[in-house]
């Protein structure tokens, strides 16, 4: 695309005319200021790292999160550090516990590995938080249990007194990795505050998901230094050459804009109760979110729901095994979702 050309195009649109509600991105770009951080490091890109962007970004997460700086370590994406814990911790003899349905990448690595992954189904009874006592039995000796909280593909929250019990409760040499990509759309108490207690625990964040810079590439880990060093065993603890100043300068501007961060929120959560409220009204059966994402349990297989909505130049998301006849959806802008509930009457009529 030419500048001019990027420019006029709604944010929410790629240059097929495809709505694009299929893999949790957000409808809209970075923020205002986020942008001009990002535009003004370009100029200063025959640098490696010319004005401590890094550190910047780091002192506003610590203030901003009330985490040491000591404890934060940006990365390109929250995937890179995802793979590395799991790398790090499990092995042949210590394996993975997570929920399921949940974002499958450990599972993936955990694979790769070839370390056991177990999983402990969601379920409608507590609301399909992450039943943390389950995980524990069901590998009482497990390298890493795995939470995504709020979860992807549920949207759905796991108190942060369970994680805490979890944290208090695990076999030593253990980790307890919680996912909070999607926190910012929940706007609730973060794991973060565990950090400081413990080495065992490390908290993954990203900007691709409400800060709107997927694209761009910066995630965060939060965890103890030494548990940090434990994962950076072949490239050193400041990660020189891995990351963008674009993106480090982009997301140290965006962590401190907590108004544009609430009004973002509160945005996406208008769209998606007007969603919600649309579906009970049509009986289609779906389970409450607290993120941008919800599961649409559609009664049969949803792989050729998707298509037909494709073929309404819709991209919803994706099933998971477990649940074939469920779709997830991510919360678009206002018009995405009115686009959506008009395509669902043509298709499930
Ligand atoms: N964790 C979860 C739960 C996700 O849904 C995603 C992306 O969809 C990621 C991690 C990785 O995202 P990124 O590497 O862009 O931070």
């Not at 103890?224 to 050459?241: I, L, V, W």
Request: glycine share 6%.
């Amino acid at each position: 695309l030419g500048a001019a050309e990027a420019r006029e195009m709604p944010a929410d649109r790629d240059k097929s005319g495809m709505i694009r509600i299929g893999s949790n991105e957000c409808w809209t770009g970075p923020f205002p200021a986020g942008i001009a951080a990002g535009e003004a490091a370009v100029r200063l890109g025959n640098r490696y790292e010319p004005t401590h962007m890094r550190r910047t970004l780091i002192e506003n997460v610590a203030a901003v999160e009330n985490v040491p700086a000591s404890h934060i370590l940006p990365w390109p994406g929250s995937s890179d550090p995802l793979s590395r814990v799991i790398v790090t911790f499990c092995s042949p003899t210590r394996g993975l516990v997570t929920a399921n349905p949940t974002y499958e990448a450990a599972w993936r690595t955990a694979d790769w590995l070839q370390a056991k992954s177990t999983t402990v189904p969601l379920k409608a009874a507590n609301r399909y938080a992450v039943d943390v006592r389950a995980l524990l039995a069901a590998d009482p000796h497990a390298g890493v249990y795995y939470i995504c909280s709020p979860n992807n593909p549920t949207g759905t929250l796991t108190p942060i007194a369970d994680i805490a019990w979890l944290l208090d409760n695990k076999p030593a040499g253990s980790i307890v990795l919680v996912d909070e990509a999607y926190i910012h759309f929940a706007g609730t108490q973060s794991a973060a505050s565990l950090v400081t207690r413990s080495k065992d625990i490390i908290v993954l964040r990203t900007f691709s998901k409400l800060f709107g810079m997927a694209g761009l590439r910066l995630g965060l880990s939060l965890a103890h230094p030494e548990t940090h060093q434990k994962m950076m065993r072949y490239d050193g603890a400041n990660q020189s050459g891995t990351l963008s100043i674009v993106a480090l300068a982009a997301g140290g501007a965006s962590v401190l804009r907590a108004q544009d961060i609430v009004a973002r929120r509160n945005e996406m959560i208008a769209a998606r109760e007007e969603t919600f409220a649309f579906l009970k009204k049509r009986g289609v059966s779906f389970i409450p979110s607290q993120a941008n994402m919800f599961m649409i349990d559609w009664k049969k297989p949803a792989a050729p729901i998707r298509q037909a909505f494709a073929a309404q130049n819709i991209d919803i998301g994706r099933s998971w095994t477990l649940w074939p006849n469920c779709s997830r959806i991510t919360v678009g802008s206002a018009a995405d979702m009115k686009a959506f509930c008009g395509a669902l009457d043509k298709i499930v009529a």
